[in-house]
């Protein structure tokens, strides 16, 4: 991500601990916040003063000012009175109790009692139903700065999802019913906006385009892509024209991600299968992609990509193993996931019109898989982590023979298979690597979703 995370920032300390400490100790926490990319909206100190002026003032300041999150930082014994004069006037908002810690001098460790302070807090933070993460330091320790960040991270997903679209040409691909969505629920509890669009716009979007762009793309492809058989112009063409088309749809919608309904409409109605259209939309745009009208994996891919700054691509399960799971994919992955150069194929799919398939090799390492569901307006998102590895020779019988390897990861995962399987909640995942459940559960807390792992 490249934007920083804007913070509210506000620091306590007791009117009688020395003010000299609590500046520094306050300025020293700022200073680190600052090398690990936030933006800190600073105030002064605030102290139990009598007239309560100090809190009022910091309350006036956040007031005008945009944020993602505040931190509350106890620099030393507070009484709780002061931090939450300030805290439940932002009770809607995230909020991280950040406790500082002592030092040692010559041997001797000197405390201005950070950990009365934010002790004295936790509960109350609790019973008053901030959404909120307790993070306190240790002398003589490292700050937990990877912590801050993770939930700051989530916080500002949580903002951006607010103000996200999702487009959708078509709907309900293969009359599916686990990529279905309630479209008032959905904007309640998570923010984003789904906005469909017919195909046929698309097609009188075509019709207009310049030859010179067409073949500018055209060209870019064929240098960069790796073709393991004959591919005509015209496939490209035809490819390059949809992916410019919905490019202009993109842009002027301002979506951050897309679907388009694929095997009843691409496929069957306009005889194009669109691997090489989500190729270019993921990978010229940096928009998600996904097929089959599949909305909440769409919503799942967003977040991915909020959260961890990763293209968020997907994946469907073809096999359950005893000790592993064999996922991959029928079409196409991001380049952003391929392990060497992209490697593309002329081929068809039973009585389907050929098309062309991605059969690059996907990387491997940690991942992370998650998916985002619902039942009626209660959301969960089913997390699980694991090490993928390339997979051994197999097929997926119904394609031109010579069958290719399609993309695909052998993936370990971190618990038993039998209870992955007994939660599963669809045949598409979205992967990210690294272990990244702290993210997520930091987005779940703060977005009020359900964490099945």
């Given at each position: 991500?490249?934007?920083?995370?804007?913070?509210?920032?506000?620091c306590?300390?007791?009117?009688?601990?020395?003010?000299?400490?609590?500046?520094?100790?306050?300025?020293?926490?700022?200073?680190?916040?600052?090398?690990?990319?936030?933006?800190?909206?600073?105030n002064?100190?605030v102290?139990?003063?009598?007239?309560?002026?100090?809190?009022?003032?910091?309350?006036?300041?956040?007031?005008?000012k945009?944020?993602?999150?505040?931190?509350?930082?106890?620099a030393?014994?507070?009484?709780?009175?002061?931090?939450?004069?300030?805290?439940d006037?932002?009770?809607?908002?995230?909020?991280?109790?950040?406790?500082?810690?002592?030092?040692?001098?010559?041997?001797?460790?000197?405390t201005?009692?950070?950990?009365?302070?934010t002790?004295?807090?936790?509960?109350?933070?609790?019973?008053?139903?901030?959404?909120?993460?307790?993070?306190?330091?240790?002398?003589?320790?490292?700050p937990?700065?990877?912590?801050?960040?993770?939930?700051?991270?989530?916080?500002?997903?949580?903002a951006?999802?607010?103000?996200?679209?999702?487009?959708?040409?078509?709907?309900?691909?293969m009359?599916?019913?686990?990529t279905?969505?309630?479209?008032?629920?959905?904007?309640?509890?998570?923010?984003?906006?789904?906005?469909?669009?017919?195909?046929l716009?698309?097609?009188?979007?075509?019709?207009?385009?310049?030859?010179?762009?067409?073949?500018?793309?055209m060209?870019?492809?064929?240098k960069?892509?790796k073709?393991?058989?004959?591919?005509?112009?015209?496939?490209?063409?035809?490819?390059?024209?949809?992916?410019?088309?919905?490019?202009?749809?993109?842009?002027?919608?301002?979506?951050?991600?897309?679907?388009?309904?694929?095997?009843?409409?691409?496929?069957?109605?306009?005889g194009?299968?669109p691997?090489?259209?989500?190729?270019?939309l993921?990978?010229?745009?940096?928009?998600?992609?996904?097929?089959?009208?599949?909305?909440?994996?769409?919503?799942t891919?967003?977040i991915?990509?909020?959260?961890?700054?990763?293209?968020?691509?997907?994946?469907?399960?073809?096999?359950?193993?005893?000790?592993?799971?064999?996922?991959?994919?029928?079409?196409?992955?991001?380049?952003?996931?391929?392990?060497?150069?992209?490697?593309?194929?002329?081929?068809?799919?039973?009585?389907?019109?050929?098309?062309?398939?991605?059969?690059?090799?996907?990387?491997?390492?940690?991942?992370?898989l998650?998916?985002?569901?619902?039942?009626?307006?209660?959301?969960?998102?089913?997390?699980?982590?694991?090490r993928?590895?390339?997979p051994?020779?197999?097929?997926?019988?119904?394609?031109?023979?010579?069958?290719?390897?399609?993309?695909?990861?052998?993936?370990?995962?971190?618990?038993?298979?039998?209870?992955?399987?007994?939660?599963?909640?669809?045949?598409?995942?979205?992967?990210?690597?690294?272990?990244?459940?702290?993210?997520?559960r930091d987005?779940?807390?703060?977005?009020?979703i359900?964490?099945?792992?």
């Amino acid at each position: 991500m490249i934007d920083k995370i804007k913070a509210a920032f506000v620091c306590f300390g007791e009117v009688n601990t020395p003010r000299e400490i609590i500046n520094k100790k306050c300025n020293d926490a700022v200073k680190e916040l600052e090398k690990i990319d936030f933006d800190i909206i600073s105030n002064d100190i605030v102290s139990d003063d009598p007239e309560g002026r100090q809190a009022q003032k910091a309350i006036e300041n956040i007031s005008k000012k945009n944020y993602n999150l505040i931190i509350f930082c106890i620099a030393g014994w507070i009484p709780s009175r002061a931090v939450i004069t300030v805290a439940d006037m932002f009770s809607h908002k995230p909020m991280i109790l950040w406790g500082l810690a002592g030092y040692y001098e010559n041997g001797v460790l000197k405390t201005t009692a950070d950990q009365a302070g934010t002790s004295a807090l936790r509960k109350v933070f609790e019973d008053m139903k901030y959404t909120f993460k307790y993070i306190y330091e240790s002398p003589g320790k490292p700050p937990k700065l990877e912590e801050i960040k993770k939930f700051a991270m989530a916080a500002k997903t949580a903002a951006l999802m607010r103000q996200s679209k999702i487009g959708m040409m078509g709907y309900k691909d293969m009359n599916l019913y686990g990529t279905l969505y309630d479209g008032v629920s959905l904007r309640s509890k998570i923010g984003v906006e789904i906005e469909h669009f017919e195909m046929l716009e698309i097609k009188q979007l075509l019709e207009k385009l310049e030859t010179r762009e067409i073949m500018e793309v055209m060209d870019s492809i064929k240098k960069a892509w790796k073709f393991e058989g004959k591919v005509s112009d015209n496939t490209l063409r035809t490819g390059v024209e949809f992916y410019l088309a919905l490019k202009q749809k993109i842009i002027s919608r301002k979506y951050e991600a897309v679907s388009l309904i694929d095997v009843d409409g691409m496929k069957k109605l306009l005889g194009f299968p669109p691997a090489m259209i989500f190729m270019l939309l993921a990978d010229n745009l940096g928009v998600c992609t996904i097929p089959e009208n599949d909305v909440p994996g769409s919503v799942t891919q967003l977040i991915t990509k909020y959260l961890t700054g990763q293209i968020g691509a997907y994946m469907e399960f073809y096999e359950f193993m005893e000790d592993r799971v064999l996922a991959g994919v029928p079409d196409f992955v991001p380049g952003e996931v391929v392990d060497g150069p992209i490697k593309v194929l002329p081929t068809k799919f039973g009585d389907l019109n050929e098309g062309l398939l991605n059969v690059s090799k996907v990387k491997t390492g940690n991942v992370t898989l998650c998916r985002l569901v619902s039942t009626g307006d209660r959301y969960s998102m089913h997390i699980v982590t694991g090490r993928a590895v390339q997979p051994g020779k197999w097929e997926e019988i119904g394609w031109t023979p010579p069958a290719p390897q399609l993309p695909s990861l052998e993936i370990f995962l971190d618990r038993p298979v039998e209870e992955f399987a007994q939660n599963v909640m669809s045949q598409h995942y979205i992967i990210s690597y690294g272990n990244n459940l702290d993210l997520y559960r930091d987005y779940c807390q703060i977005a009020s979703i359900n964490i099945i792992s």
